[in-house]
C-alpha cells in the first residue's frame, strides 16, 4: 500500500509520466490478443499521451529553470 502512495505522490514528476507511459504500452500489447484492435490502440493513444507529458516536463526543466547565472552543462 505505501508503495502505491508514494507511486501516486510523484506522478506530477516527468519520470513518473514515461513510467506509466511504458506500463500502458505493455499493457496494450496484454489486451490486444484479449480485447481486440480498438482496446490496444486506445491504451496506445493514452500511452502516447503520456509519454507527450514526460518529454514536456523534461523539456521544461532543461530550458526554462536556469536562472541568469546558470550555465548550460
Known amino acids: 500500500m ?5 507511486l501516486f505522490s ?7 509520466y514515461i513510467k506509466i507511459a511504458v506500463f500502458l504500452i505493455f499493457v496494450a500489447f496484454l489486451l490486444f490478443p ?3 484492435k480498438k482496446a490496444a490502440v486506445i491504451v ?12 514536456a ?4 526543466a532543461i530550458f526554462f529553470s ?4 546558470d550555465k548550460i552543462r
Request: glycine residues 12%; contains cysteine; positive net charge.
Open 66 to 69: 536556469r536562472d541568469k547565472n
Open 10 to 16: 510523484q506522478i506530477g514528476s516527468k519520470n513518473e
Open 34 to 36: 484479449v480485447l481486440g
Open 44 to 55: 496506445g493513444v493514452v500511452a502516447f499521451l503520456f509519454f507527450c507529458l514526460g518529454v
Open 2 to 6: 505505501y508503495e502505491y502512495k508514494q
Open 57 to 60: 516536463f523534461w523539456l521544461k
